[in-house]
């Protein structure tokens, strides 16, 4: 079973800066991609940014704002966000995709860390 430990969220106000990093451990093989999802009041769980062997992406509210890296040693990947506004409230969800020692696919999700933007 792949673990997937987030942390760094918090408050902070509109125009500030946080870093999020999720770390994973369990029988890994070999990660794929890792992603940040995030889940505001009344919406659904929405792409914020991922990496892997494609590079990276961004969703279009986040582009220029936010940077996705990984440390593949560590197997944690860190989402820095600048010029945070209060519209980026929300859940945070880390996600990785590979395979595990067992040869089989995993698809795991953290626990989600909340992230608030006060105006």
């Known amino acids: 079973q792949v673990q997937l430990v987030e942390s760094g969220g918090g408050l902070v106000q509109a125009g500030g800066s946080l870093r999020l990093s999720c770390a994973a451990s369990g029988k890994i093989f070999t990660i794929s991609d890792m992603a940040w999802y995030r889940q505001g009041p009344g919406h659904g769980r929405d792409l914020v940014a991922s990496?892997?062997?494609?590079?990276?992406n961004y969703g279009d509210s986040v582009k220029g704002r936010f940077t996705i890296s990984k440390d593949n040693a560590q197997k944690t990947v860190y989402l820095q966000m600048d010029s945070l506004k209060p519209e980026d409230t929300a859940v945070y969800y880390c996600n990785a995709r590979g395979v595990n020692f067992d040869e089989v696919s995993f698809n795991s999700w953290g626990q989600g860390t909340q992230v608030t933007v006060s105006s």
């Open positions: 990496i892997g062997s494609g590079g990276t």
